[in-house]
C-alpha cells in the first residue's frame, strides 16, 4: 500500500489505450425498478439527483452511476481528472463504443484513452454496456490516469494497480457488483487477486504488465511515471 500511495502523489497524469473484454444493456426499466447492474442505492430519483454533476461527460447514466461510485475511493483523484481536474482542464468525453471501428487491432480492447487535439475521451467497449456499474468505476479509475499521447509500462502498472485497489474497495462497499457472469468482472477479480498475491503491492500486477503482448513495445517510463 505504501508503495502504491508513494507513486499516487507523482502524478504527472497521462494518456492513450489499453487491452482486455463483454453483453448488451436491457431496454428501458419501469420507474419504479433499478437496473440490475446499479447498487440498490441508485434508484431513478437518486439518479436524477446526481445527474446535473455529471450529465457534462456522458449521455450514459450508467457513467453518472460509476463516478458517483469512486466517491471515497482511491478512485477519487479518477473522478475528479475525468470531471475537469486532468491536462486538458476539461471534462473527459466517456462513452460505449465499437472499438474496431476505430482500429481492427482495438476490438477486443476493454477500453481506451483517446486525445483529439486539446480534448480527452474514454471509449468503453460496447461489449460492456450491461457491465455493472462497479465494474465500469474500477475500469474508469484506470483510464483516467491516462492524459496525453505518451504511455510506458510504469504508467500501466499504475493504473491497473489503481484499478485492483477501487474494485477491492468497491466490494467492499458494493459487495453486489461482483456478478461474476460478466467478463468485465472477471478481469477485475484477476487484478484483485494479483493484488492480493502481491500482499497489496504492485509486485504481480507488474509482471502482468511486462509480460502483456499489448505493451511488449511500450518504453519503461513516461512523464510522471519515471518508477517501474
Do not use: C
Amino acid at each position: 500500500m505504501e508503495v502504491f500511495k508513494t507513486i499516487k502523489y507523482t502524478l504527472g497524469i497521462i494518456a492513450v489505450l489499453l487491452a482486455l473484454q463483454p453483453p448488451v444493456f436491457a431496454a428501458s426499466m419501469p420507474e419504479t425498478s433499478v437496473p440490475h447492474q446499479y447498487p440498490a442505492k441508485y434508484t431513478p430519483e437518486y439518479i436524477k439527483q446526481i445527474t446535473p454533476a455529471y450529465k457534462d461527460v456522458s449521455k450514459d447514466e450508467v457513467f453518472y452511476v460509476a463516478l458517483d461510485m469512486l466517491k471515497d475511493t482511491e478512485g477519487m483523484f479518477s473522478r475528479n481528472a475525468i470531471l475537469g481536474s486532468n491536462l486538458s482542464q476539461k471534462p473527459m468525453k466517456i462513452e460505449f463504443r465499437d472499438l474496431s471501428m476505430i482500429n481492427p487491432q482495438y476490438a477486443n480492447f476493454d477500453a481506451l484513452g483517446w486525445k483529439k487535439g486539446k480534448n480527452l475521451f474514454i471509449y468503453i467497449n460496447k461489449k460492456h454496456k450491461d457491465a455493472p456499474a462497479g465494474a465500469l468505476a474500477a475500469l474508469l479509475s484506470h483510464e483516467a490516469l491516462h492524459q496525453d499521447e505518451f504511455n510506458s509500462l510504469a504508467e500501466e502498472t499504475y493504473a491497473w494497480t489503481m484499478e485492483a485497489f477501487v474494485w477491492d474497495e468497491i466490494l467492499k462497499i458494493y459487495p453486489e457488483s461482483n456478478r461474476e457472469s460478466s467478463a468485465l468482472v472477471k478481469r477485475e477479480n484477476t487484478l484483485k487477486k494479483l493484488l492480493e498475491k502481491g500482499n497489496y503491492t504492485n509486485k504481480y500486477i507488474k509482471k502482468a504488465v511486462v509480460q502483456n503482448e499489448g505493451y511488449k513495445n511500450l518504453p519503461s517510463y513516461s512523464p510522471g511515471f519515471d518508477n517501474l
